[in-house]
Each structure stands twice: as C-alpha cells, then as structure tokens.
C-alpha cells in the first residue's frame, strides 16, 4: 500500500502541536483543528489538480529539484515552538503554495478562514507549514530516490477520488474554485492505478509507488543513451584506426605499408641482360640523358 497522503499529514498536528500552534497564532486550538481539516484536502486537491495539467507533472519535478532539504524536518514536532525554524519553514512553504495555486491562493485562504474562523493570515501559516512538510517529503523522494513525474502523477491520483471527498461539504466553494469534480481516481485494482511499491513506509522513506508506464518509458530513455554511446564509441575507433594508417605528404591518400620496395641491391645486372638492353634500345643506362637515341652511350662501347 502506497503512503496515505492525508493520514500521513494528519499524523503531524499532535495535540501538542495543534495547542503550540493556536498559542502561536493567538487562535483556538479548536480553530486549528478546523483549518487543518479544510488545508489538507484543499492542498492535496490543488496539488492534484496542478499534476493533471498539461506539463504539471514535470514543472512539479524540476520545483521540487531546485530546493534544498537537508534543513527541512520530518514532521513539525520538531520545530513548533521555534521561531526561528517556522519562520523557515512557513517561507519555503509559502513558494510550494504560490506553485499550486497561484492567483487562486488568496482566495483559497480567505474560504478556508470563513470555514473555520481562523484569522486569513494564521490559515496561510497553517497552509505554508503543511506545504513545507510535504514538500520536503517529495523533494527528498525526487532527489535521493530519483521520485519521477509519471511516479508522482500516480500517487496523486490514486487517491484523488479521497481528496475530493475529503473536503468538507462548507468548503465547496474551494472545490469549485479549483476544479475538484475533476479529481477522479482511474478505475481499475489498485495495484495497476499505483503501480509496484518501491519504498519502505516511514516518515524518511514513504512508500511512493512506481508506475509500470512510466517506467517503461525510462527504461527505454536508459537503453536508448547506452546505444548512442556505444555508436559513438565504435565512430571514434574507426575514426582513430583511419587517421592511424600511412599516407604520404602529397594527397593524403592512404598507402599500403605492406609494399616491399625492391633495392637496387637486387636488380638484375648481368652482362645477359645489358646486352638484351642494349639491343632493344641501344643503351643500357640513363635514357633521360642527352644525345641521339642509340648513341647516347656509343663512346663507352666503342671503347
């Protein structure tokens, strides 16, 4: 089973952590309470609706991949009550919400403050605080588990039918706001909307499944990178064997450094074969040399 998105969230407002907030935030631990239960499904719904446009999956991936982590925690436990550290966090928080809902933001928050009396300013903190934590846990998956975008659509998908019915009814301004009729989980068993999982389940390493189609098609990006350097290869080695081979300084033209070149050592000089020389064309040296053709060399056989 895939990790429970809005169990998983739920899971961070503690008694103690709701109380700590509504100190914080001058509310009613009540209050909070009521702002936490519109937040999640309004930002899991939105975070849904933003992965089912065109490019969202992708533009989520490349948000995620640009931030750092190593200073983001794993629940809020460990950093409620530190000023400093919700203030860092609400930031980070606040750029992931800009991301999801952009100009809807404001009045996101304003319906959500209606819903629970909460001032419009402590729900955006609520807001930012969830946002943060659940960015930081995709962001870890993308960064450290290589979390893909075909990865990401099917968590969320899988469970947006649960989103959508998980906003409460007060809220159903947002739904239309956002688009919530649109949050439909794919029909078909479980195991085929969410893919294998891949992950152990815990607060560092939620179980994110894989889906088999994305997969696929990494795969296949994988196999296609090795072929193209294993092409590339194999042109730099013929192209190192041509350059390798003899040619001479003239044309470029590629000679056979096979060829024996005879000596003059071993040419044939013997007085049988002057003579039939000397009979064929009248000399037996340098034909270039001057004087009438046969008698070029008569001095040296007259002698």
Known sequence: ????????????????????????????????QKVIDGALPTLLGGL???????????????????????????DLS????????????TASGRDFLSHIFG????????????????????????LAQIGSILMGILGRQEQEKGLSAENLE??????ATEFHQTLPKELN????????????????????????????????????????????RHENVRWLRWAMIAIAVLILALLIQKCSQNQNGIDGVSTDSTRTVESNAVEDTSAATKQSIEEANGQTT????????????SSASNR
């Open 1 to 32: 089973m895939a990790v429970h998105l809005i169990s998983y969230l739920k899971e961070q407002f503690t008694p103690t952590v709701i109380d700590q907030l509504g100190s914080e935030l001058n509310e009613s631990s009540a209050t909070i």
């Open 48 to 74: 849904t609706r933003r992965v089912q446009d065109t490019g969202g999956p992708t533009s989520l991936i490349h948000f995620l991949d640009s931030n750092d982590y190593r200073d983001t925690p794993l």
């Open 78 to 89: 460990q950093v409620v009550g530190n000023q400093s550290e919700i203030a860092g966090l």
């Open 103 to 126: 100009d809807n933001l404001t009045k996101v928050t304003e319906l959500i403050g209606l819903y629970s009396g909460a001032k419009p300013q402590s729900v955006l903190e609520v």
């Open 154 to 159: 099917t968590l969320l998908l899988g469970q």
């Open 173 to 216: 301004g947002v739904g239309s706001l956002l688009g919530f009729d649109e949050l439909v989980t794919p029909t078909g068993p479980q195991t085929e909307v969410q893919g294998t999982d891949n992950l152990s389940s815990n607060v560092i390493n939620p179980n994110i499944p894989k889906s088999p189609e994305g997969e696929r």
């Open 286 to 297: 340098d034909s270039t040399a001057s004087g009438p053709l046969g008698t070029r060399d």
